[in-house]
């Protein structure tokens, strides 16, 4: 069988000529175990067929079939230019409102235009922050996608989609990079109501395959498929979630035509840097073997990636950032019309933060930027950063495992957001992150527990949500004293709705024999944090947000642990009035102001404990007040309830008392700063004023 190289192909294409010869073809696991730094493996097409490429005009593939889209593309083509880009020069990047206009430039054009975009991208981002480092990785492949294939109606799906900012520039929304991620611009991710042009929305990882393939699945079944190209681009980090390989798995099951851009950087999302496991860090199964073959279990005989029996076709690997080679792939794919029916996985090879030094020097390659932190404009510099609860809690973990060896520290693919990569600057062989996988860090922190270690697990709350079964199933079942630390909890901000912490109290409270602290202050985490090393015979949890941690000076860490060690609610003040504000963590604060903008001498607690809930206290206040709120920073089914709950099972709710619940709406909250999405939610002062005089009025 021939073996195609790229060579081959750029000359085939010239003289646009047949192609004959075998893609690279394997099982599953072959690939798994084979694909990485491998030259020229080679690919063409099983049968021969004849290229052809027609560029779409500008009224086909372009035309918008949806209304939502047709007016949400309307309102972003509004010219607005954005602050420090008046002196760039990006004169082709300016002549490009839509794939089409893209495909009016020569190929000689294209990289001129991938540096016009590094520029752009770098001034827009730098005054506003977001994610920055991957999407400079991804220019030259995002360019040659949308210049040889036709979106929208080839379907392009973006995994997790903070990489997918090159594509919203080259799809109409260039001059609303301005506000990405603000209140009322677009979204730092892909949003399937902002654009014809977003296939599938997306935040979380590791989704795009399995979403490629429903949307496959509905155009064969519609008979819609005809003539359309199916892909998806997953990579930094991606690819560690084992939904990618289950959807993969079933992709190859029903021979599904999907063609699988691997965006290989050799990163996970947030690559600690750290020995952990003998030097071994959270590295995608693709680069952990760099090899073109794989050995048997006899090491004497080698599965050739070229038998044309497997389910999967494999070409790769390019380099990401030729942008001839990526053309002349895409044109082959494009035109191989007769190629069999099975997945394709393309192999990219690209550089994270590729054109700027900055970011190539960083651990995180400036993953994720706050605003000014690339350069000063107009006087405006990067803001410090206090301390948050993140830091607070690893500082004093750090403090614990000094004295403690069994501790140790687990995350999934977020060691600078968690903190816990400075924990493994300290103690590198007591820290694991596993890569983007919340399930296994679960129960591989089950296991740990089980084995007789200390973990302190610590999730991202919206990550956590995957990962529900096995906290229940391999934790609580079996009273494995796993420290679960729900980090970001509640509005996070710029990120959104798919990154909000709304729902831990909701689903977390159920779980029998757990200890769930909530910290309303900087002190109280700390004092919560070892009362977690205590407990040794149960699950316990921490949550807290993305939040300062306010340490008062005029509480003590020692009386606060004696407190918490009977699992007892703070009194912070006993009101006069027949008013009690009941309040799970930081949204302590905000009611103590609510409380003075009223001029309400109302009682306010403390609760610090989802579970065990301070059934005493509760009964005692309900016993003295007649009107009881809760405030808390979720949604529905958490701390209000679980009051509400009580209350019914002990019959005080029939003696009349008035029960108010203060949380958040049963609504998707959107991108904006976390104060505006609490004034937006009701949870801030104002609003927790507004509902306090609202119900007692009525």
């Not at 073996?3 to 696991?29: D, E, K, Y």
């Not at 840097?273 to 199964?285: C, D, I, Q, S």
Request: proline share 4%.
């Amino acid at each position: 069988m021939a073996h195609i190289t790229l060579q081959h192909v750029a000359r085939s294409l010239r003289t646009n000529g047949p192609l004959s010869g075998g893609f690279g073809s394997c099982n599953i696991s072959g690939f798994i175990n084979a694909i990485g730094n491998t030259p020229n493996i080679g690919y063409g097409a099983r049968h021969k067929s004849t290229i052809s490429y027609n560029k779409c005009s500008k009224d086909g593939s372009d035309r918008q079939t949806r209304s939502t889209h047709s007016q949400a593309t309307a309102s972003l083509n509004a010219s607005s230019e954005i602050p420090g880009t008046s002196s760039l020069e990006c004169k082709l990047l300016e002549s490009i409102d839509s794939p089409s206009d893209l495909k009016n430039l020569e190929e000689g054009e294209l990289l001129k235009l991938c540096d016009e975009i590094r520029d752009f991208l770098k001034h827009s981002i730098n005054p506003i922050g977001g994610h920055y480092s991957g999407n400079l990785g991804v220019v030259e492949l995002t360019v040659a996608l949308h210049y040889i294939f036709n979106s929208p109606d080839d379907r392009i799906v973006w995994d997790i989609g903070h990489q997918a900012y090159i594509h919203k520039i080259l799809t109409g929304r260039r001059n609303h990079m301005k506000n990405i991620r603000q209140k009322d611009g677009i979204s730092g991710f892909c949003r399937i109501w902002e654009s014809p042009h977003d296939q599938f929305g997306a935040g979380h990882s590791s989704t795009s395959i399995g979403a490629l393939q429903g949307l496959y699945m509905a155009d064969y079944t519609l008979k819609k498929d005809e003539g359309r190209n199916y892909i998806c681009i997953i990579g930094d980090g991606g690819m560690t979630g084992g939904l990618a390989y289950e959807s993969l798995s079933y992709s190859c099951t029903i021979k599904s035509p999907l063609v699988i851009i691997y965006n290989d950087n050799e990163q996970s999302s947030l690559p600690t840097g750290l020995p952990a496991m003998n030097g071994v860090g959270p590295v995608t199964p693709f680069f952990m073997y760099n090899r073109s073959q794989m050995s048997t279990v006899s090491g004497n005989e080698a599965i050739n990636l070229m038998d044309t029996s497997g389910p999967i076709d494999i070409l790769g690997p390019i380099d990401g950032h030729n942008m001839q080679d990526l053309l002349n792939v895409f044109k082959y794919i494009r035109g191989s019309s007769s190629r069999a029916k099975k997945p394709i996985i393309v192999h990219v090879k690209t550089i994270k933060g590729r054109g700027c030094d900055k970011a190539l020097q960083s651990l995180d390659r400036l993953h994720a930027i706050t605003p000014f932190s690339l350069f000063p404009m107009d006087g405006q510099k990067a803001a410090a950063k206090p301390q948050g609860f993140s830091e607070l809690f690893i500082k004093t973990l750090i403090d614990i495992a000094e004295t403690d060896p069994k501790v140790v520290a687990i995350t999934a693919g977020m060691p600078s957001g968690t903190a816990v990569g400075k924990f493994g600057m300290k103690y590198p062989t007591r820290t694991f992150d596993v890569g983007i996988a919340e399930q296994h860090a679960v129960t591989f922190s089950a296991g740990l527990a089980l084995g007789g270690a200390k973990p302190f697990c610590c999730l991202y709350s919206t990550f956590l949500q995957r990962a529900l079964d096995q906290v229940i199933h391999d934790v609580a079942l079996q009273n494995a004293p796993v420290r679960l630390i729900v980090d970001r909890a509640g509005l996070v901000g710029n990120d959104g709705s798919s990154h909000h912490g709304s729902y831990d109290l909701s689903f977390l409270r159920p779980i029998h024999n757990c200890v769930f602290m909530v910290p309303s202050s900087g002190t109280e985490l700390v004092a919560m944090t070892k009362l977690a090393h205590s407990i040794d015979d149960k699950m316990s949890v921490i949550r807290y947000p993305k939040l300062a941690a306010e340490v008062d000076p005029n509480l003590s860490i020692e009386e606060i642990y004696s407190e918490i060690l009977k699992f007892k609610s703070r009194v912070v003040q006993y009101g006069d009035s027949k008013v009690a504000v009941l309040c799970l963590g930081p949204i302590l604060s905000d009611a103590a102001k609510a409380l003075e903008i009223l001029n309400l001498k109302a009682t306010l607690v403390d609760v610090r404990f989802l579970n065990p809930l301070d059934t005493e206290l509760i009964d005692k206040i309900a016993q003295d007040h007649d009107v009881i709120f809760t405030a808390e920073d979720g949604t529905s089914g958490g701390f209000g309830s679980a009051v509400l709950e009580h209350l019914s099972d002990t019959g005080v709710i029939k003696r009349g008392i008035q029960v108010k619940t203060i949380r958040y709406p049963r609504a998707y909250i959107h991108h904006a700063t976390q104060k505006e999405q609490r004034e937006l939610a009701g949870v801030d002062h104002v609003g927790i004023a507004n509902q306090i005089k609202q119900a007692l009025c009525c």
